[in-house]
């Protein structure tokens, strides 16, 4: 058991987390069937590393930065099944593009703005940063959720 992260029972007590809670968190967000095989491998990998970060701290850091570029591998395969055109070479003309075409509502522009711009300082740092597994795990439902919301056909 992990004393120093947890939650609040219901009653108000602050309760350590188990591995089996930890492991139930992070299997709980799952992609959609109609998300591209090849994101569904990337995917796995990423939650695999999280999964085993609960023995190894700097795993939560690791999955969280393979999380950034699993989401750019949705948007590129998003891209190619609907014909964009080869000057849309750049994860932010993806991301425009796809917005052009109506399929990221304008209303979720920020949040793919965000994951480009956390991409783009996690593959590229000036030193070593550490994700918390709150923040590692929160991560990894909030990015699962954007990219079935590319993938979910409504």
Known sequence: ????????????RSQGLTGDDYLNRILNPK??????????ALFGVARGAM?????????????????????????????KALGAPRSKDTLKKKIEWLINQGTIPESQLSRWEAIRGLRNAVSHPDCQSIFTPGGAIGLL???????NSL???G
């Open 141 to 147: 439902g909030r990015i699962t959720e954007q990219i």
């Open 151 to 153: 993938f979910s056909g």
């Open 1 to 12: 058991m992990l004393r120093a992260f947890g939650r609040i029972s219901p009653d108000g």
């Open 51 to 79: 999964v085993y970060a609960y023995f190894f701290y700097p795993l939560y850091t690791l999955a969280a930065e393979q999380l950034f570029r699993v989401a750019e591998s949705a948007i590129g395969h998003k891209c």
């Open 31 to 40: 992609l959609l069937e109609s998300v591209p095989a090849e994101v569904q």
